[in-house]
């Protein structure tokens, strides 16, 4: 009886302390995710002329999810002077008259200050961008599921210079000399003719 009675109690207490075990494993955990790496954006090149293209890249975004670009410009040139008005170098502005004017071609359109992108199932994108104008560039990718961001900046110069031909020595105006020496031998010649003939006169005058 005893026996059995000191079996009874050591199962009881073991019952006792197994309960709270067992009803915090049965509450919902909260879920544990891997260390997240840090997103990125980079420009290549870093500094272009007028008329090349970036390259934008971004990497670690969420997976496929879409991205947003902003785009800041500054450094541009001054704003232009008011409808039918020109600036002078004083910066004084003058009326215009106007003219009429038809493009014989389409004009450029201007490249987008924001546009949305797909990044892959790694969360990485690569995309070009071509801009029209020069100036500092500040790209901004935002990710619209993550809210993940990052920037990168990149500089456009204005067109690049054209070289114009040399051929490294001084440049060809014509034969400027061989004129005068033709002219000089031709008289030279017709006073040596004018010469035998005064002196074939002369002869004949004293014979």
């Known amino acids: 009886m005893r026996l059995s009675r000191i079996i009874m109690a050591l199962t009881v207490g073991l019952a006792v302390v197994a309960v709270p075990t067992a009803a915090g494993a049965a509450q919902p955990q909260p879920p544990v995710y891997p260390p997240s790496k840090e997103v990125s954006l980079t420009v290549s090149p870093q500094a272009i002329w007028l008329g090349e293209t970036f390259t934008l890249r971004g990497y670690n975004f969420a997976s496929n999810e879409s ?103 001084l440049p060809v105006t014509g034969d400027s000399i061989g004129t005068p020496l033709k002219l000089g031998g031709g008289l030279a010649a017709a006073g040596a003719v004018l010469l035998l003939a005064s002196m074939a006169w002369r002869r004949r005058r004293l014979g």
Not at 79 to 88: F, H, M, N
Not at 95 to 106: D, G, K, Q
Not at 146 to 151: E, F, G, M, Q, Y
């Open 67 to 169: 991205v947003r670009i902003d785009v800041e410009i500054s450094g541009l040139p001054a704003a232009a002077p008011a409808e039918r008005t020109a600036r002078r170098s004083d910066g004084s502005t003058v009326a215009m008259a106007p003219v009429a004017y038809t493009p014989n071609r389409a004009q450029p359109q201007p490249a987008p200050t924001t546009f949305t992108v797909t990044a892959d199932g790694d969360g990485n994108f690569t995309v070009p961008y071509r801009p029209t104008r020069p100036g500092r560039y500040t790209f901004t990718a935002t990710g619209l599921t993550s809210n993940l961001k990052a920037s990168a900046t990149g500089i456009v110069r204005p067109p690049r210079p054209t070289k114009s031909p040399s051929h490294g020595g």
